[in-house]
């Protein structure tokens, strides 16, 4: 069983059925997770900002890392596993977008991810099916390419499935 680890900013795909795709402790970055059924492909991003206008250089060297960026990354590279390159028919899950660090809700960076996220799913024609956002802990998620299942955990909770 293979396990695909992705820090911040990086995003990953499988079609294999024994592949884990994991990410760890989201706090305010959001984790977008697509299924696509007819191709048995998952894949996953760890986004940190909605907005790559803010350094080009470093959407360029990290596409992941904004969601402006992330999103055509992910699905460019579960393209090349046979998926539609737009999305089309692809599940869709977000989780994250938690305010564990901002206790005076200054910056919002959670509330900012998650919305830019939606807004250029829409622009796919994509929606999530399923969300776990804000909060105010931090999440690990992992997800099975065989079962399709998103586990979520964090600490002092059990695990829960999305």
Same mark, same amino acid.
């Given at each position: 069983?293979?396990?695909?680890? #992705?820090?911040? &900013?990086?995003?990953?795909?499988?079609n294999? *059925?024994?592949d884990t795709i994991?990410t760890?402790?989201?706090g305010? %970055?959001?984790?977008?997770?697509?299924?696509?059924p007819?191709?048995? %492909? /998952?894949?996953?991003?760890h986004? @940190?900002? *909605?907005?790559?206008?803010i350094?080009k250089?470093? $959407?360029?060297? +990290? *596409?992941? =890392?904004?969601?402006d960026?992330?999103?055509p990354?992910?699905? $460019?590279?579960? @393209?090349?596993?046979? %998926?539609? +390159?737009? &999305?089309k028919?692809?599940?869709? +899950? #977000? %989780?994250?977008?938690?305010n564990?660090?901002?206790?005076?809700?200054?910056?919002?960076?959670g509330?900012?991810?998650?919305?830019s996220? +939606?807004k250029? #799913?829409? !622009?796919?024609g994509m929606?999530a099916?399923a969300?776990?956002?804000g909060?105010? =802990? !931090?999440?690990?998620?992992?997800? !099975? /390419?065989?079962?399709?299942?998103?586990?979520l955990s !964090?600490?002092g909770?059990?695990?829960?499935?999305?």
């Amino acid at each position: 069983m293979g396990q695909i680890i #992705l820090g911040v &900013g990086d995003f990953g795909a499988s079609n294999i *059925p024994e592949d884990t795709i994991k990410t760890f402790a989201l706090g305010s %970055c959001v984790s977008v997770i697509f299924l696509d059924p007819k191709t048995r %492909c /998952v894949g996953m991003a760890h986004i @940190a900002l *909605p907005d790559s206008t803010i350094n080009k250089a470093k $959407a360029a060297e +990290k *596409p992941g =890392y904004f969601a402006d960026t992330a999103i055509p990354a992910l699905l $460019a590279q579960m @393209a090349e596993l046979g %998926c539609d +390159k737009r &999305g089309k028919g692809i599940i869709v +899950k #977000l %989780c994250g977008g938690a305010n564990v660090m901002d206790t005076n809700d200054t910056f919002q960076i959670g509330k900012r991810n998650a919305l830019s996220i +939606k807004k250029i #799913l829409w !622009s796919y024609g994509m929606g999530a099916i399923a969300e776990d956002l804000g909060g105010n =802990y !931090s999440r690990t998620v992992s997800i !099975s /390419v065989a079962a399709g299942q998103v586990i979520l955990s !964090s600490p002092g909770k059990p695990n829960w499935q999305l």
